[in-house]
């Protein structure tokens, strides 16, 4: 039995995801013999859409079981910086038996959930990587030349300093047209 799957990666953050594997888990799972499941994990490298299929082997007199269903999620293993797909999705093998009642063929319904009446080709669980690198620019900021605080003297500083430059003048005549009498 195959099950088609989707694993769509988003970048939030102003960083781009590396290479990343997700696993996925079935569970409530009905067979109870020997039985194998492989490609549950995609691998993969940046944003996109990656596609596998979960495979189950299964011995004939067990498919049984699996027409009764079961669970299929994403494993969350906990990466810094990765949002993960909370989406399960509810499996049934469609079997198809021969004139001597042995299953001769398997298909797949994928539903969100088990009394649901919608059918999906694929199951699509969706990651989200919002990591947000922080830059260092090592360039210096230059420091700027302190400010010489003056002090704020308005229209009355300009008008004392011509009052005063007059009185010097006044001074000046005053002790030259002295001196030139004796």
Same mark, same amino acid.
């Given at each position: 039995?195959?099950?088609?799957?989707?694993?769509? =990666?988003?970048?939030? /953050?102003?960083?781009?995801?590396?290479? @990343?594997?997700?696993?996925?888990?079935?569970?409530?799972?009905?067979?109870?013999?020997?039985?194998?499941?492989?490609?549950? @994990?995609?691998?993969?490298? /940046?944003?996109? *859409?990656?596609?596998?299929?979960?495979?189950?082997?299964?011995?004939?007199?067990?498919?049984?079981?699996?027409?009764?269903?079961?669970?299929?999620?994403?494993?969350?293993?906990?990466?810094?910086?990765?949002?993960?797909?909370?989406?399960?999705?509810?499996?049934?093998?469609?079997? @198809?038996?021969?004139?001597?009642?042995?299953?001769?063929?398997?298909? =797949?319904?994928?539903?969100?959930?088990?009394?649901?009446?919608?059918?999906?080709?694929?199951?699509?669980?969706?990651?989200?990587?919002?990591?947000?690198?922080?830059?260092?620019?090592?360039?210096?900021?230059? *420091?700027?030349?302190?400010?010489?605080?003056?002090?704020? *003297?308005?229209?009355?500083?300009?008008?004392?300093?011509?009052?005063?430059?007059?009185?010097?003048? @006044?001074?000046?005549?005053?002790?030259?047209?002295?001196?030139?009498?004796?």
């Amino acid at each position: 039995m195959e099950i088609p799957f989707e694993k769509i =990666v988003q970048q939030s /953050g102003n960083s781009a995801p590396s290479s @990343a594997t997700f696993q996925f888990e079935l569970y409530d799972f009905g067979a109870s013999g020997d039985y194998r499941v492989s490609g549950n @994990a995609v691998s993969t490298n /940046g944003t996109g *859409t990656f596609s596998g299929s979960i495979v189950i082997e299964v011995p004939e007199n067990d498919l049984g079981n699996l027409s009764e269903g079961f669970w299929v999620r994403e494993v969350n293993d906990g990466k810094v910086d990765w949002s993960y797909a909370p989406e399960t999705w509810f499996v049934q093998a469609e079997l @198809a038996y021969d004139a001597t009642q042995m299953p001769q063929q398997v298909g =797949v319904w994928i539903r969100k959930a088990a009394d649901e009446n919608q059918f999906y080709k694929t199951m699509t669980f969706t990651n989200v990587y919002t990591y947000n690198e922080v830059y260092y620019d090592p360039t210096p900021i230059p *420091t700027p030349a302190p400010q010489i605080d003056l002090p704020q *003297t308005g229209d009355n500083g300009m008008l004392a300093f011509g009052i005063a430059l007059l009185l010097l003048a @006044a001074a000046t005549c005053m002790a030259t047209l002295c001196t030139k009498k004796h």
